[in-house]
């Protein structure tokens, strides 16, 4: 990131920016297997056409997926294959961070509270 002049960390920003919202991420992991198109992927996430549709729009802007036209339809599908190691590395940071968490309460099923104060025999 050195390197990058202002311009271009803006890009970075809205790289970011795409995949800090929850639909845009769980529409990237369903095309983990390949193409869908719109209505399958409608479909497959339980959500409107315009919203998965608005998304794509999105992602296909900035990069992170691309579209080909098939028929009638038109299938999306992940236009570079690294976005998923990415994801994969914060996902992971965030589980470890998470196992440390609990693991420093004692587990779960474990009722501490930090308020509790302890008094001495």
Do not use: W
């Amino acid at each position: 990131m050195e390197a990058l002049d202002d311009r271009a960390l803006e890009h970075v920003a809205d790289y970011f920016r795409a995949l800090a919202e929850p639909l845009r991420l769980k529409l990237l992991n369903a095309l983990r297997d390949g193409p869908l198109n719109v209505g399958e992927l409608t479909s497959l996430l339980g959500c409107s056409q315009a919203n998965v549709s608005k998304h794509l729009a999105l992602l296909a802007k900035l990069g992170l997926v691309s579209r080909e036209s098939k028929g009638t339809s038109v299938y999306y599908q992940i236009a570079d294959p690294r976005t998923y190691q990415l994801c994969d590395l914060v996902c992971g940071q965030i589980a470890q961070r998470l196992i440390e968490q609990v693991q420093g309460m004692g587990g779960f099923g474990v009722n501490r509270s930090p308020l509790k104060k302890h008094r001495r025999p």
